[in-house]
C-alpha cells in the first residue's frame, strides 16, 4: 500500500501512518493494534521559576506511550518548539525503537519549552530541578517504572541535575541511580554513553554494507571506505557518526550542515577540526579549509553516497525530497524524514535506514547504564584482571608449543575487557542483529515496501506479543 504523498501531516500523524502500513501485514487484531498505537498517557505540567526578580512560567510534558514492560524510557528534550504531539511522537518513536531491538523497556519521551541559550548555568540547574521534582512527583521518573535520558538540549550536566534531586526526595530508594541514564561516569554513568547513538549509527551502517542484496538496493558497492558522506547537524548524534565513519571507516565526510550555514569539501572535511572549529567559534562559519554555504539546507540536495540528517525532525519533507540526490539516507535523528517525503524519495529508488533502528545506540547503552546502576558495579570489574590471567597462561601455552606471537597481537590477547570494550561489544551485537531481522523480514514479504515498515512489523509484533503474554486480549 502507498500513499499518495500530497499532504504533510504532523510529526505524530508520520509515525502512525508507518504504524498502519506495518500493521496491515500483520495478522493483529485491530483493539489491540489501536491499544499499541496510541498513547498511553501524558503528563503536561506548568511551574514558576523566579529569575531576574520575575515570575517565569514554563511548560513541560512527558508521555508514556507504552507500558507493556517497565520501566518506560525515552529523553528528556529542552527546546524552544517542543510540543505535546512532538513528544507523543517521539515516545511512540521509542516504544517502537526499544521493542525492535530486544530492550525491554517501554516507550516514553519529555520534552520542556525552553530556550537553553538564554539561561545561564545556575538558571538552568534551577529550573531543571524543578522540572524534575514535578515529574518525581506524578512518578514520571522513576528507577523501576519512567527512567528519563539526554535528548536534544540535554546532556550529562541535566542528567546529573535530576539524578541528584532524586536522590534527594527518594534517599531510601536503594536502586536511586538508575533513576535517570546519560549521567556523568562520576554519578554512575557508564563508559561509551555519550558516543553511544553516533557510534550505534555507524555499527549499523557497517552491518548494512555487510550484506551486497542491501549495498545494491541503494546503488552502491563495497565498503564504507571512500563514500561521500553528508551529514547534518555536528552536535553529540552527528559528531561521533561522523568522526567515527571518518577516522575508523575511511569515510569521506564531504559535507555538514549546521544551523548557520553548510561546509563542503570534495575531498572530505577533517571533523575533529570542524567540530573544534564550531566550539570555539559557535558555528562552522569562517572554518577554513572547506567552501561556506550561507544557505545550510540547500547542502542537503548535494550528490553524495549517504546521507545522514542527525538533528531533528522534519528536515527532508514533502518540500525538499524531490530534490535529494544521495543514494542512502541513513536516519541518525528522530523523524528526519516525513512520511510523505519517503514516498517522494523511494519512487527515486533511494534507500532508507529508518530513525527507529539506526538511533537505538542511545537507548541500548542505556539499557546497559541501567543494568550497571541495578547491579551496583562497573561492568568488567569482576572479570577483567581474571581474564587476563587466562589470557597470559594461554599465550604462555601457544609460546612454549615454539609459536613466537608477534608483540602487539601478544599485547591485544593478553587484555581483559573493561566497560567500553563490553558496553561496545554489546551495541554492536545487538544493532547487527537487528538489522539481521530487520532486513530478513524485507526481503521475504512482497508487500513491505521499505525497510521502516519491516522494522515497524517487527517492533509492533515484539509489543503485541508481551501484552498476549502478561494477558491483556482485546
Ligand atoms: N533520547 C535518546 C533517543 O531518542 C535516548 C533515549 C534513552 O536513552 O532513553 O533514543
Redesign the pocket.
Same mark, same amino acid.
Given at each position: 500500500m502507498t500513499l499518495p504523498p500530497d499532504k504533510e501531516v504532523s510529526f505524530k500523524d508520520s509515525v502512525n501512518l508507518s504504524f498502519d502500513l506495518a500493521r496491515a501485514t500483520l495478522d493483529i487484531p485491530e483493539g489491540m493494534a489501536q491499544y499499541i498505537r496510541n498513547v498511553k498517557d501524558v503528563y503536561q505540567v506548568r511551574f514558576p521559576i523566579k529569575i531576574d526578580g520575575e515570575i517565569e512560567t514554563f511548560i513541560g510534558w512527558r508521555a508514556v506511550h507504552s507500558d507493556h514492560k517497565l520501566p518506560v524510557?525515552? *529523553?528528556i528534550r529542552f527546546s524552544p518548539m517542543v510540543n505535546q504531539d512532538e513528544v507523543e511522537a $517521539?515516545s511512540a $518513536?521509542?516504544t517502537y525503537?526499544c521493542a525492535l531491538v530486544d530492550v525491554p523497556f517501554g516507550g516514553s519521551k519529555g520534552g520542556l519549552l525552553i530556550d537553553p541559550q538564554k539561561y545561564d548555568r545556575d538558571t538552568m540547574e534551577r529550573i531543571t530541578r524543578r522540572f524534575a521534582f514535578e515529574l518525581i512527583q506524578k512518578d514520571y521518573i522513576s528507577s523501576s517504572t519512567n527512567? +528519563? %535520558? +539526554?535528548?536534544m538540549g540535554t546532556g550529562q550536566r541535566e542528567m546529573a541535575w535530576i539524578v541528584s534531586t532524586y536522590a534527594s526526595y527518594k534517599p531510601d530508594d536503594i536502586d536511586r541511580l538508575a533513576c535517570v541514564? *546519560?549521567k556523568p561516569v562520576s554519578m554512575g554513568g557508564i563508559d561509551g554513553r555519550v558516543e553511544a547513538?553516533g557510534r550505534g549509527v555507524v555499527f549499523g551502517l557497517r552491518e548494512f554494507f555487510r550484506h551486497p542484496d542491501d549495498v545494491k538496493r541503494a546503488k552502491l558497492e563495497g565498503t564504507l571506505e571512500g563514500k561521500r558522506v553528508i551529514i547534518q547537524g555536528l552536535g553529540n548524534v552527528g559528531y561521533y557518526t561522523a568522526k567515527i565513519l571518518e577516522e575508523e571507516d575511511g569515510a569521506k565526510i564531504v559535507g555538514i550542515l549546521e544551523y548557520d550555514g553548510a561546509l563542503m569539501n570534495p575531498d572530505g572535511l577533517n571533523v575533529e577540526e570542524v567540530y573544534q572549529h564550531k566550539i570555539a567559534n559557535g558555528g562552522v562559519k569562517g572554518y577554513p579549509r572547506a567552501t561556506y554555504v550561507e544557505d545550510s539546507m540547500s547542502m542537503l540536495e548535494e550528490e553524495c553516497d549517504i546521507l545522514i540528517p542527525a538533528a531533528m525532525e522534519g528536515v527532508i519533507h514533502q518540500g525538499n525530497a524531490s530534490r535529494i540526490k544521495t543514494k542512502l539516507v541513513a536516519e541518525a535523528a @528522530?523523524g528526519p524524514v516525513t512520511f510523505a517525503a519517503e514516498v517522494i524519495m523511494r519512487e527515486k529508488g533511494i534507500a532508507n535506514i529508518p530513525d527507529v533502528y539506526l @538511533? %537505538?545506540g542511545?537507548?541500548i547503552?542505556?539499557y546497559f547504564e541501567w543494568i550497571k546502576n541495578l547491579s551496583h558495579i562497573r561492568f568488567g570489574r569482576i572479570n577483567r584482571r581474571w581474564e587476563e590471567g587466562k589470557n597470559e597462561m594461554l599465550l604462555q601455552a601457544i609460546e612454549g608449543a615454539g609459536h613466537q606471537v608477534p608483540k602487539d597481537l601478544a599485547a591485544r590477547i593478553l587484555q581483559g575487557s573493561g566497560e567500553i570494550d563490553l558496553v561496545r561489544s554489546g551495541l554492536d551485537d545487538s544493532m547487527r542483529k537487528a538489522w539481521q531481522e530487520i532486513r530478513q523480514r524485507f526481503w521475504s514479504h512482497d508487500n513491505i515496501e521499505s525497510y521502516r515498515i519491516a522494522a515497524m512489523s517487527i517492533a509492533i509484533e515484539k509489543v503485541c506479543t508481551s501484552y498476549n503474554t502478561m494477558g491483556v486480549y482485546p
Amino acid at each position: 500500500m502507498t500513499l499518495p504523498p500530497d499532504k504533510e501531516v504532523s510529526f505524530k500523524d508520520s509515525v502512525n501512518l508507518s504504524f498502519d502500513l506495518a500493521r496491515a501485514t500483520l495478522d493483529i487484531p485491530e483493539g489491540m493494534a489501536q491499544y499499541i498505537r496510541n498513547v498511553k498517557d501524558v503528563y503536561q505540567v506548568r511551574f514558576p521559576i523566579k529569575i531576574d526578580g520575575e515570575i517565569e512560567t514554563f511548560i513541560g510534558w512527558r508521555a508514556v506511550h507504552s507500558d507493556h514492560k517497565l520501566p518506560v524510557k525515552g *529523553g528528556i528534550r529542552f527546546s524552544p518548539m517542543v510540543n505535546q504531539d512532538e513528544v507523543e511522537a $517521539l515516545s511512540a $518513536l521509542m516504544t517502537y525503537k526499544c521493542a525492535l531491538v530486544d530492550v525491554p523497556f517501554g516507550g516514553s519521551k519529555g520534552g520542556l519549552l525552553i530556550d537553553p541559550q538564554k539561561y545561564d548555568r545556575d538558571t538552568m540547574e534551577r529550573i531543571t530541578r524543578r522540572f524534575a521534582f514535578e515529574l518525581i512527583q506524578k512518578d514520571y521518573i522513576s528507577s523501576s517504572t519512567n527512567v +528519563p %535520558a +539526554p535528548d536534544m538540549g540535554t546532556g550529562q550536566r541535566e542528567m546529573a541535575w535530576i539524578v541528584s534531586t532524586y536522590a534527594s526526595y527518594k534517599p531510601d530508594d536503594i536502586d536511586r541511580l538508575a533513576c535517570v541514564t *546519560g549521567k556523568p561516569v562520576s554519578m554512575g554513568g557508564i563508559d561509551g554513553r555519550v558516543e553511544a547513538t553516533g557510534r550505534g549509527v555507524v555499527f549499523g551502517l557497517r552491518e548494512f554494507f555487510r550484506h551486497p542484496d542491501d549495498v545494491k538496493r541503494a546503488k552502491l558497492e563495497g565498503t564504507l571506505e571512500g563514500k561521500r558522506v553528508i551529514i547534518q547537524g555536528l552536535g553529540n548524534v552527528g559528531y561521533y557518526t561522523a568522526k567515527i565513519l571518518e577516522e575508523e571507516d575511511g569515510a569521506k565526510i564531504v559535507g555538514i550542515l549546521e544551523y548557520d550555514g553548510a561546509l563542503m569539501n570534495p575531498d572530505g572535511l577533517n571533523v575533529e577540526e570542524v567540530y573544534q572549529h564550531k566550539i570555539a567559534n559557535g558555528g562552522v562559519k569562517g572554518y577554513p579549509r572547506a567552501t561556506y554555504v550561507e544557505d545550510s539546507m540547500s547542502m542537503l540536495e548535494e550528490e553524495c553516497d549517504i546521507l545522514i540528517p542527525a538533528a531533528m525532525e522534519g528536515v527532508i519533507h514533502q518540500g525538499n525530497a524531490s530534490r535529494i540526490k544521495t543514494k542512502l539516507v541513513a536516519e541518525a535523528a @528522530n523523524g528526519p524524514v516525513t512520511f510523505a517525503a519517503e514516498v517522494i524519495m523511494r519512487e527515486k529508488g533511494i534507500a532508507n535506514i529508518p530513525d527507529v533502528y539506526l @538511533n %537505538a545506540g542511545g537507548v541500548i547503552v542505556s539499557y546497559f547504564e541501567w543494568i550497571k546502576n541495578l547491579s551496583h558495579i562497573r561492568f568488567g570489574r569482576i572479570n577483567r584482571r581474571w581474564e587476563e590471567g587466562k589470557n597470559e597462561m594461554l599465550l604462555q601455552a601457544i609460546e612454549g608449543a615454539g609459536h613466537q606471537v608477534p608483540k602487539d597481537l601478544a599485547a591485544r590477547i593478553l587484555q581483559g575487557s573493561g566497560e567500553i570494550d563490553l558496553v561496545r561489544s554489546g551495541l554492536d551485537d545487538s544493532m547487527r542483529k537487528a538489522w539481521q531481522e530487520i532486513r530478513q523480514r524485507f526481503w521475504s514479504h512482497d508487500n513491505i515496501e521499505s525497510y521502516r515498515i519491516a522494522a515497524m512489523s517487527i517492533a509492533i509484533e515484539k509489543v503485541c506479543t508481551s501484552y498476549n503474554t502478561m494477558g491483556v486480549y482485546p
